[in-house]
């Protein structure tokens, strides 16, 4: 079945730092969403990406969807303690008539100030 | 600002006892997802329901959980009886997603509501 693979599991960056994420998955997405979570929340919705290649950016976060829409990136530049949380990648399954969501095992990211 | 609603937002149990978590969707969203969160197995999918219909349970251990949609702004989920092993962080999700699923499309995104902390003693 598909799945979802993201890297790496846990990060811990100095504020002010850059931090990658990366998501892989083992079949075409016809889109991929990224999520975030703060200690203690709720996953909330950031992005979608829809096309081959297609690059998105809100203030110093920038995303990307591969060529082969296979993988994703999030990077953020500069990181800030608010960055802080864990961020999810996940994409699209049909099954039967069923359409949902595949989450991969996401990131936690951790800023030192 | 529409949002997913989740009560309880905390409930401690005994072992053996029931267990209903309620869930009201963003109105005039078509479906509803129903996940767990534990530190060892992240998100997983327990239910999914489109238009009230149940698409997709097969994350869900039947013996002990049921899902239902009574109407369309409200959406349960049950355990009984409980076990500790059921301890986790459940959420709820709702979406729009076109009738006609497949190809392209734009709207799988979820929104997903504060969640239920739940702790079986």
């Known amino acids: 079945g598909q799945q979802v693979m993201q890297i790496p599991q846990y990060q811990h960056v100095q504020e002010g730092e850059d931090f990658t994420t990366y998501c892989n998955s083992s079949t075409t997405l016809s889109n991929i969403q990224w999520y975030k979570q703060r200690p203690g929340g709720h996953p909330v919705f950031l992005i979608q990406?829809?096309?081959?290649?297609e690059v998105k950016k809100q203030k110093r976060l920038t995303f990307q969807f591969g060529e082969a829409k296979k993988n994703s990136s999030l990077h953020i530049t500069a990181t800030q303690t608010t960055d802080v949380g864990t961020y999810f990648c996940a994409g699209p399954k049909l099954t039967g008539s069923a359409r949902q969501l595949t989450f991969g095992s996401g990131t936690q990211l951790t800023v030192l100030p | 600002d529409a949002r997913v609603t989740q009560t309880p937002r905390h409930k401690v149990t005994e072992m053996g006892q029931e267990v209903t978590m309620r869930c009201q969707p963003i109105l005039g969203h078509n479906t509803v997802f129903w996940y767990r969160q534990t530190m060892m197995q992240g998100l997983e999918l327990l239910a999914y329901?489109?238009?009230?219909?149940?698409?997709?349970d097969s994350g869900m251990p039947k013996d002990r959980f049921s899902a239902e949609m009574p109407d369309a702004t409200l959406a349960t989920l049950k355990i009984q009886p409980s076990e500790p092993r059921d301890s986790a962080v459940y959420f709820c999700?709702?979406?729009?997603?076109?009738?006609?699923?497949?190809?392209?499309?734009?709207?799988?995104?979820?929104?997903f509501g504060p969640g239920t902390r739940l702790t079986v003693l």
């Open positions: 329901f489109r238009n009230r219909a149940p698409l997709d």
């Open positions: 999700a709702s979406g729009l997603v076109p009738i006609l699923a497949g190809g392209l499309s734009s709207t799988d995104t979820q929104y």
């Open positions: 990406l829809v096309k081959s290649g």
